[in-house]
C-alpha cells in the first residue's frame, strides 16, 4: 500500500523558513516523479513544485520561484520542501503526491503551513 | 483566480446523473489529453478518480466518468449516491505552467 507522510508544518513569520518532509513507502520511490501541492484554508488545490524521478528536473509555480526548493533523496524515500521568505499568501495545507499517469494517484494527509506574526 | 473554470457547486438525487465542466485554454485543457478528476470529502486528503480525460484508477467506480471536447472537460457521476457528496477539482498539465487546477466543485446530493 502507498503510504505518503508530511511533517514539518507550523506557525512561521513572515519572511521566516521552514522545511517539509515526506515519507514514502509502498512502491518504488525512484521510478516516479513527485509533487507539492497546497491548499489554502477554504480554497482550492495549487501546484506548487515537481520533480523528475532521479532530481535532474524541478519545476516550481511562479509564485514560489527564487524561494522554494524541492529535493529529494532516494535513498531514504524522501521528498523534501524548503521554504524560504515566507509570505500570508503560502498559508496552506502542503500535501505530498506521487505522480501516476499524468496525474496525482496518491496522496498524503497534508501538513499545515501558517505563515502569521 | 484558478486557471480552470469549474462550476462553484452541482447537484442531483440519488440515482440521477450529474456533470460538472472544467474550461481552460488551448494551452491546457485543449492542448493535452492530460486531464484529471480529485475528489475531496471535508479534512480527507484529495482523491484521484479520472486520469488522461477518461481512464479510472483501479477501486473507482465506473459511475465516474470523463470526456472532453475542446478546451472543456467534463465529469459526470451517474447513479448519484450519498457518499459521492464532495469536492471535486479538475487538473490539467500545461507545460511551462506545470499543472493547473479548477477552483473546485461543491456537489451536493440531495
Known amino acids: 500500500e502507498v503510504q505518503l507522510v508530511e511533517s514539518g508544518g507550523g506557525l512561521v513569520q513572515p519572511g521566516g523558513s521552514l522545511r517539509l518532509s515526506c515519507a514514502a513507502s509502498?512502491?518504488?520511490?525512484?521510478?516516479?516523479?513527485m509533487g507539492w501541492v497546497r491548499q489554502a484554508p477554504g480554497k482550492g488545490l495549487d501546484w506548487v513544485a515537481s520533480?523528475?524521478?532521479?532530481?535532474?528536473?524541478?519545476y516550481y509555480v511562479d509564485s514560489v520561484k527564487g524561494r522554494f526548493t524541492v529535493s529529494r533523496d532516494n535513498a531514504q524515500k524522501s521528498l523534501i520542501l524548503h521554504m524560504n521568505n515566507l509570505r500570508a499568501e503560502d498559508t496552506a495545507v502542503y500535501y505530498c503526491?506521487?505522480?501516476?499517469?499524468?496525474?496525482?494517484?496518491?496522496w498524503g494527509q497534508g501538513t499545515l503551513v501558517t505563515v502569521s506574526s | 483566480q484558478s486557471a480552470l473554470t469549474q462550476p462553484p457547486s452541482a447537484s442531483g438525487s440519488p440515482g440521477q446523473s450529474v456533470t460538472i465542466s472544467c474550461t481552460g485554454t488551448s494551452s491546457d485543457v485543449g492542448g493535452y489529453n492530460y486531464v484529471s478528476w480529485y475528489q475531496q470529502h471535508p479534512g480527507k486528503a484529495p482523491k484521484l478518480m479520472i486520469f488522461e480525460v477518461t481512464k479510472r484508477p483501479s477501486g473507482v467506480p465506473d459511475r465516474f466518468s470523463g470526456s472532453k471536447s475542446g478546451n472543456t472537460a467534463s465529469l459526470t457521476v451517474s447513479g448519484l449516491q450519498a457518499e459521492d457528496e464532495a469536492d471535486y477539482f479538475c487538473s490539467s498539465f500545461a507545460n511551462s505552467k506545470g499543472w493547473v487546477f479548477g477552483g473546485g466543485t461543491k456537489l451536493t446530493v440531495l
Open positions: 520533480i523528475k524521478r532521479d532530481g535532474s528536473e524541478k
Open positions: 503526491a506521487k505522480d501516476g499517469s499524468w496525474s496525482y494517484d496518491s
Open positions: 509502498g512502491f518504488t520511490f525512484s521510478s516516479h516523479w
